[in-house]
C-alpha cells in the first residue's frame, strides 16, 4: 500500500509510558503516525522520518482541529494524573473537546485505553474518571474502542517501578490492606498487541473490552513473584489500618513516587480491578501472558532496552551527571564521563580495545589488584585470568574478571562483570566523532540486589568515582600519546 493510500493515525500521549511503546510498533508497522505533543522537541529525537509531530493540547480545540484534519484512527492516551488541581474536571473536558474534534474532523475511531473496576461500586476518583472519559467520547457519533485494563507490567511503567522498588529496597514490609487487593495485570507486550489490533480490527458501533493477565492476583503476589525471579527473601508484615495518605507518604520515601501521584494510585488499587467481561478473549486473537512470564519478559526487556540505548543519554534527560552516587535508569545506577581528545575516532579506540590484561587499566593498576584479590577470597574469577591477545578483542572473551559482551570495532566496548558482587555490572566505552578529534564515553553500570546491593554501590561509590575519573583521563593520555608517536 502507497502511503497516499494509507490511514492517518494521530497519536496523544506519544511522550508516555505506554504511547511511547505504541509509537514505536505503529513505526515498525509502516503505519503513517501523527503524533499530537504540546511540547514537540521532546519527540524529535524519538520519531522516524516518516512520523509528523504537531503541537497541540487537548484542552485547545483548535490546535485538535489541526491535529485531526485527514485522520482515520485516533489514539487517546491522556490522563490528568499529575495534575495538583482537579483532575476529573481536566479529564472530562479534554475529552470533550477531543471527541467534538473528532467528529467535526471526520474520523472514523477512536481507540481509548481506559481503566478496569466495577463501576457499579463506589470508585476511586482515578478510576471513576478514566471510564468517564470513555462516555464522554462516546458522545459525538465517532466509533469508540475502549479497552479497559489494570496494572500493566512492564519496565519503565508506573506499577512495576513501584513492585520493583518496594521489593529491591526493604527486607521486611509493613503492608496495608490495599497490599491484598485483587487484579489482573497485563503484561505491556499483550497491552500493545490489543491496541493495534483495536485500530485494524472491523467492530460494529462502540465496544468496550476489558482486557487482562491469565492471573487475577494482588500486589503482594506480584511482589512475591518479583522478588523469587529476583532471587530475593522478603517478609511482609500485614496491618490492618494504613490510610491512603499515609501510604502515599511512605512510597513517597521509598519509591520513585512523589506523594500526590501515589495517593491516587493507592485510592485506585484498593478496588478490585479484574475482568469480568471476557468477550476480549473471543474477539481478539491474542493469548496475554501470565503474571510469572510478564515479570520475567519485563526483566529480560529491560536488559534489552539498556544495552540498546546509550546509557550516557539517559543520564544527560535524567538530570546532572556530577550527582552523587549515579543517576538511576530503570533499576540501574549509572556513572558516566565523557571526554574529548585530538586524535580520531580509531586511535581513540586503540587505547580502549587494549585494556586490562597487562596493560592494566589505566589508573590506579594495584586498586584493580586488590579488588581481584578481595573477589579470589569470596570465591571468585580475580584478576589472574588476563586476556586471550594483548590488542585483539572478540565478543565472550575473558578480560580479568569480565567478559567481553558487546565489541564494535573502532566504536563500542561492552563488559560484564564477573567477579562477586551484589547484583550485576557492566563497563562501557564508546567512541564517537570524525577527522581529527573524537569523544570518548565511558560508563559504569550497577543492578543491585536488593539492600545489601544498594549498600554496596553508595559505600563504596566515593573509592569507584576516584578509578572510574582516572581511568578515562588514561585512556584519554594514552589515546593522545599514541597519537603522537604515530607523527
Known amino acids: 500500500m502507497g502511503e497516499k493510500n494509507k490511514p492517518l493515525i494521530l497519536l496523544t500521549g506519544a511522550t508516555g509510558y505506554v504511547g511511547g511503546r505504541l509509537l514505536h510498533v505503529l513505526e515498525k508497522k509502516g503505519c503513517l503516525v501523527r503524533c499530537l505533543a504540546r511540547k514537540p522537541e521532546y519527540l524529535q529525537a524519538r520519531v522516524s522520518g516518516k512520523t509528523q509531530i504537531v503541537a497541540g493540547d487537548v484542552l485547545d480545540k483548535d490546535s485538535l482541529k489541526r491535529a485531526l484534519t485527514g485522520v482515520h484512527t485516533a489514539y487517546y492516551m491522556v490522563h490528568s494524573m499529575g495534575s495538583d488541581t482537579d483532575f476529573e474536571d481536566l ?140 532471587g530475593l527473601r522478603r517478609y511482609m508484615i500485614p496491618v490492618p489500618v494504613l490510610t491512603p495518605h499515609l501510604s502515599s507518604l511512605w512510597l513517597g520515601l521509598v519509591t520513585p513516587l512523589y506523594a500526590r501521584i501515589g495517593r491516587k494510585l493507592i485510592s485506585s488499587i484498593q478496588h478490585p480491578t479484574v475482568v469480568q467481561d471476557d468477550s476480549a478473549s473471543r474477539v481478539f486473537e491474542i493469548c496475554p501472558k501470565g503474571v510469572k512470564d510478564a515479570i520475567a519478559e519485563a526483566l529480560q526487556n529491560e536488559d534489552k532496552e539498556l544495552a540498546e540505548t546509550r546509557w550516557t543519554d539517559a543520564v544527560s534527560a535524567a538530570g546532572p551527571q556530577r550527582n552523587w552516587g549515579g543517576v538511576r535508569f530503570g533499576n540501574r545506577l549509572i556513572d558516566a564521563r565523557e571526554v574529548s581528545v585530538d586524535t580520531t575516532p580509531e586511535q581513540a579506540f586503540r587505547a580502549i580495545q587494549r585494556i586490562g590484561g597487562s596493560t592494566g587499566w589505566y589508573f590506579a593498576n594495584w586498586l584493580w589488584h586488590l579488588r581481584g584479590f578481595l573477589d579470589l577470597l569470596v570465591g571468585g574469577v580475580g584478576m589472574r585470568r588476563g586476556r586471550r591477545h594483548p590488542e585483539k578483542l572478540r565478543v565472550g572473551d575473558v578480560l580479568d574478571f569480565w567478559r567481553v559482551e558487546a565489541f564494535e570495532p573502532h566504536k563500542r566496548l561492552r563488559l560484564q562483570a564477573e567477579m562477586k558482587l551484589p547484583g550485576r555490572a557492566w563497563l562501557e566505552f564508546e567512541v564517537q566523532g570524525n577527522g581529527a578529534r573524537a569523544t570518548i564515553r565511558q560508563s559504569a553500570v550497577f543492578d543491585p540486589v536488593g539492600l545489601f546491593g544498594l549498600v554496596y554501590w553508595y559505600g563504596i561509590y566515593p573509592l569507584h568515582s576516584l578509578i572510574f575519573a582516572g581511568m578515562i583521563r588514561g585512556v584519554a593520555n594514552v589515546a593522545m600519546k599514541d597519537e603522537e608517536s604515530d607523527d
Open 91 to 230: 479529564d472530562r473536558q479534554a475529552a470533550w473537546n477531543f471527541g467534538e474534534a473528532a467528529s467535526e474532523c471526520k474520523v472514523q475511531r477512536i481507540v481509548y485505553l481506559g481503566g478496569l473496576g466495577d463501576s457499579s461500586n463506589h470508585l476511586s476518583p482515578h478510576l471513576r474518571s478514566r471510564q468517564e472519559v470513555g462516555r464522554v467520547l462516546r458522545q459525538f457519533g465517532v466509533q469508540v474502542i475502549e479497552l479497559r485494563a489494570s496494572i500493566v507490567i512492564g519496565s519503565g511503567s508506573l506499577s512495576f517501578e513501584m513492585v520493583r522498588t518496594l521489593v529491591e529496597r526493604l527486607p521486611v514490609m509493613v503492608t496495608p490492606r490495599w497490599v491484598g487487593v485483587k487484579a489482573q495485570p497485563i503484561a505491556i507486550s499483550d497491552l500493545l498487541a490489543y491496541l493495534v489490533t483495536a485500530f485494524k480490527g472491523e467492530f460494529d458501533g462502540h465496544q468496550i473490552f476489558e482486557i487482562g493477565g491469565t492471573d487475577q492476583v494482588s500486589y503482594g503476589q506480584i511482589m512475591q513473584e518479583y522478588a523469587r525471579q529476583r
